[in-house]
């Protein structure tokens, strides 16, 4: 079985600052990617970053990175210099059969 | 944007009424889901397809059916809709071999 978990249901930043989403993950398969998806109020479910578990170094996508550990099976990401509109909640997801999702965590940035 | 349209956006229903929602894709893609979301739980999914006529079973299937008979469309249906069914509803894609999926805009569905 896969099973990711999001051990923060809310964080809150001040604009500009930086903050660190947490993921752990569970896994039986040895080839598997991991997701971050953001979903601002819209509702719309967007892909912001990726990293397949074969590649050590850490994926990267403008002002969104990931500390990825595998042996610890963590995938935690890293927003720079935060802005309002990432104000949104913020789902880990894995996929090695099927694609699989933690519960989220609520970021809110102010102002 | 994937072209993944989701029809309708919102729907208030009756305990015990049949519901199809529909996902229309643009772009020829293989696989299509329907996931719910709810909260506590991400989404979860319920039914997929890899195919014309082929589809299979997510992990929360019970009180849903699923068809698809034409590439671009896949279809969503409770038979006899219950409260627990009230949710949000997405469709999702995946395009050629990657892994990624995309989501359409979601559909509200409350039951009464």
């Known amino acids: 079985a896969q099973t990711v978990t999001q051990s923060q249901p809310e964080m809150s930043v001040q604009e500009a600052e930086t903050v660190t989403l947490s993921c752990t993950y569970d896994?039986?398969?040895?080839?598997?990617?991991l997701f971050w998806y953001k979903q601002p109020p819209s509702r719309q479910m967007i892909l912001v970053i990726r990293?397949?578990?074969?590649?050590?170094q850490n994926a990267t996508e403008n002002r969104f990175s990931v500390n990825f550990q595998k042996a610890a099976k963590s995938f935690s990401l890293k927003i720079s210099d935060s802005q309002l509109g990432d104000t949104a909640m913020y789902f880990c997801?894995?996929?090695?059969?099927?694609?699989?999702f933690g519960a989220g965590t609520i970021l809110r940035v102010k102002s | 944007d994937a072209g993944i349209t989701q029809s309708p956006r919102h729907k208030v229903t009756e305990t015990g009424t049949p519901v199809t929602l529909r996902c229309h894709q643009t772009?020829?893609?293989?696989?299509m889901y329907w996931y719910r979301q709810d909260p506590g739980h991400g989404l979860r999914l319920i039914h997929y397809?890899?195919?014309?006529?082929?589809?299979d079973k997510g992990e929360v299937s019970d009180g849903y059916s699923v068809s698809r008979s034409k590439t671009e469309d896949f279809l969503l249906t409770l038979e006899s809709a219950t409260s627990s069914q009230t949710s949000v509803y997405f469709c999702?894609?995946?395009?050629?071999?990657?892994?990624?999926?995309?989501f359409g805009p979601g559909t509200r569905l409350t039951v009464t």
């Open positions: 999702a894609i995946r395009e050629g071999t990657g892994p990624e999926q995309y």
């Open positions: 896994t039986s398969e040895n080839n598997y990617y």
């Open positions: 990293q397949e578990a074969y590649k050590q």
């Open positions: 997801a894995l996929n090695g059969n099927k694609l699989v």
């Open positions: 772009e020829n893609h293989r696989y």
């Open positions: 397809s890899y195919g014309v006529k082929d589809t």
